[in-house]
Nanobody, 122 residues
Framework: QVQLVESGGGLVQAGGSLRLSCAASGGTFSIYGMGWFRQAPGKEREFVAGISPGRTEYADSVKGRFTISRDIAKNKVYLEMNSLKHEDTAVYYC?????????????????WGQGTQVTVSS
């Protein structure tokens, strides 16, 4: 079965950086879009960043600060987060979308990871 396992979350000061990792197993993911979503308490789960062959997408709120990348050989996806703000505090989830498509909404996600907590202090 498909499994996505996130790691790298933690507590950081505003302005700091974190690098999240997603290890995927149970399939071949090179032709699928993958991405990161986040959910803060009491809020909807929202798109953060996505990647598919030849394309990356970012939410406006993180453009210029976050970078998504993938290592196809290792079945891993990364999210480099810089200049973190308090409003970035959330549980971050790795996700798999459709073939050649960045998953831009939760309805386009086929598989989710368990999530990793990111807390940004002021």
């Amino acid at each position: 079965q498909v499994q996505l396992v996130e790691s790298g979350g933690g507590l950081v000061q505003a302005g700091g950086s974190l690098r999240l990792s997603c290890a995927a197993s149970g399939g071949t993911f090179s032709i699928y879009g993958m991405g990161w979503f986040r959910q803060a308490p009491g809020k909807e789960r929202e798109f953060v960043a996505g990647i598919s062959p030849g394309r990356t997408e970012y939410a406006d709120s993180v453009k210029g600060r976050f970078t998504i990348s993938r290592d196809i050989a290792k079945n891993k996806v990364y999210l480099e987060m810089n200049s973190l703000k308090h409003e970035d505090t959330a549980v971050y989830y790795c996700a798999v979308g459709g073939v050649f498509r960045v998953p831009l909404s939760t309805g386009e996600v086929g598989y989710w990871g368990q999530g990793t907590q990111v807390t940004v202090s002021s």
